[in-house]
T-cell receptor
Framework: KQEVTQIPAALSVPEGENLVLNCSFT??????LQWFRQDPGKGLTSLLL?????REQTSGRLNASLDKSSGRSTLYIAASQPGDSATYLC???????????FGTGTRLLVSP | GAVVSQHPSWVICKSGTSVKIECRSL??????MFWYRQFPKQSLMLMAT?????????EQGVEKDKFLINHASLTLSTLTVTSAHPEDSSFYIC????????????FGPGTRLTVL
């Protein structure tokens, strides 16, 4: 059974810092990995999707890497801003197309 | 971009009543829709997968007779929580995709269910 863990569970940083969120998964047989953002009481916003054959994806200040063999992914956020405050979830697709297993999430607070 | 809507956005009901939540793909046809449940400060847990015109596939531990899912068209799936109880209070989120291994799921904004 696929299990996805995210470290740290919570993170508080001052504005402007570069930060790294970690995601690990137990079964390396994945189709893809996605990073999502969730604001309190809201749905999910897809940030980045990395196919299993890819090593990384970039969008603006966000960069996600994938090391499938070791079961790890990192989300790098450059020059953090208060608007980045949210919960970040990673999810892997395995055991059938599109079936997502979500991680435990990292609650990020960026203070001005 | 693809948009998925949910209705209602929140609902409060009495214990023992049934509640229906709708999930619609507004600008694309969704062959597959997924229903997730999220308890406070926890991650999303997949409840079931529904394919248009066929029975839903439920995850282990999810009561199919309690959580009725209907995917009658390529743009609409409904989740009915039957005989709701306070422990069913949660945030329910649907997602939709057009299918395929590399396809992206598009998530709805969620429905907050509170059972008194």
């Amino acid at each position: 059974k696929q299990e996805v863990t995210q470290i740290p569970a919570a993170l508080s940083v001052p504005e402007g810092e570069n930060l790294v969120l970690n995601c690990s998964f137990t079964d390396s047989a994945i189709y893809n990995l996605q990073w999502f953002r969730q604001d309190p009481g809201k749905g999910l916003t897809s940030l980045l999707l990395i196919q299993s054959s890819q090593r990384e994806q970039t969008s603006g200040r966000l960069n996600a890497s994938l090391d499938k063999s070791s079961g790890r992914s990192t989300l790098y956020i450059a020059a953090s801003q208060p608007g980045d405050s949210a919960t970040y979830l990673c999810a892997v697709s395995s055991a059938g197309f599109q079936k997502l297993v979500f991680g435990t999430g990292t609650r990020l607070l960026v203070s001005p | 971009g693809a948009v998925v809507s949910q209705h209602p956005s929140w609902v409060i009901c009495k214990s023992g009543t049934s509640v229906k939540i709708e999930c619609r793909s507004l600008d694309f046809q969704a062959t597959t829709m997924f229903w997730y449940r999220q308890f406070p400060k926890q991650s999303l847990m997949l409840m079931a997968t529904s394919n248009e015109g066929s029975k839903a596939t439920y995850e282990q531990g999810v009561e199919k007779d309690k959580f009725l899912i209907n995917h009658a068209s390529l743009t609409l799936s409904t989740l009915t929580v039957t005989s709701a109880h306070p422990e069913d209070s949660s945030f329910y989120i649907c997602s939709a995709g057009t299918g395929g291994f590399t396809d992206t799921q598009y998530f709805g904004p969620g429905t907050r269910l509170t059972v008194l």
